[in-house]
T-cell receptor
Framework: EDQVTQSPEALRLQEGESSSLNCSYT??????LFWYRQDPGKGPEFLFT???AGEEKEKERLKATLTKKESFLHITAPKPEDSATYLC????????????????FGEGTQLTVNP | DTGVSQNPRHKITKRGQNVTFRCDPI?????LYWYRQTLGQGPEFLTY????????KSRLLSDRFSAERPKGSFSTLEIQRTEQGDSAMYLC??????????????FGPGTRLLVL
């Protein structure tokens, strides 16, 4: 069974203080690893997909990296508007090439950036 | 470009009542997923459709839950005889699934259910 563990559960940063969030996973055949941002009372907002070890993607102050066992979301010089819960999810390779596949989520890291 | 929409956004009901939620996916998306999220947890998969066919259901989906996607467009999720443990945010996601192509699921705003 796929498993995703995120750490830390909560993280408080000062504005401009860079840090990283961790996502450890076990999956039998990774199709993709996804990062989402979720604001209170809203649905998850897609950030990145990573497909193979060594891959990196960047968007503004966020950079996601992937190894065979974990992914990191690096936040450089965060701003208060980056405060949110960041969710990591894995998607297993489906049995059929034309099939979809569920996402298995971690519990998220709640990030607070103080001004 | 409109995203995934869900209605209602909030629902309060009494234990034992039936409730139905609706999800309208992004227009050209052929896959539609339902997830449930409780406070402090990540979303958990419930079921998924490819066009009108329901292809997978989680063990979490008891026989009180039923989902449909009659014409391969919008979907409904019905919960019969609601219990307090059903209180959660119900999320819908859609994706464009193509052979050999990567798939990204885009989520709607969710329906928050409170069972009293």
């Amino acid at each position: 069974e796929d498993q995703v563990t995120q750490s830390p559960e909560a993280l408080r940063l000062q504005e401009g203080e860079s840090s990283s969030l961790n996502c450890s996973y076990t999956v039998s055949g990774l199709r993709g690893l996804f990062w989402y941002r979720q604001d209170p009372g809203k649905g998850p907002e897609f950030l990145f997909t990573l497909y193979s070890a060594g891959e990196e993607k960047e968007k503004e102050r966020l950079k996601a990296t992937l190894t065979k066992k974990e992914s990191f979301l690096h936040i450089t010089a965060p701003k208060p508007e980056d405060s949110a819960t960041y969710l990591c999810a894995v998607q297993e390779r489906p049995q059929g090439e034309t099939s979809g596949s569920r996402l298995t989520f971690g519990e998220g890291t709640q990030l607070t950036v103080n001004p | 470009d409109t995203g995934v929409s869900q209605n209602p956004r909030h629902k309060i009901t009494k234990r034992g009542q039936n409730v139905t939620f609706r999800c309208d996916p992004i227009s050209e998306h052929n896959r539609l997923y339902w997830y449930r999220q409780t406070l402090g947890q990540g979303p958990e998969f419930l079921t998924y459709f490819q066009n009108e066919a329901q292809l997978e259901k989680s063990r979490l989906l008891s026989d009180r839950f039923s989902a449909e996607r009659p014409k391969g467009s919008f979907s409904t999720l019905e919960i019969q005889r609601t219990e307090q443990g059903d209180s959660a945010m119900y999320l819908c996601a859609s994706s464009l699934g193509q052979t050999g192509a990567w798939e990204t699921q885009y989520f709607g705003p969710g329906t928050r259910l409170l069972v009293l």
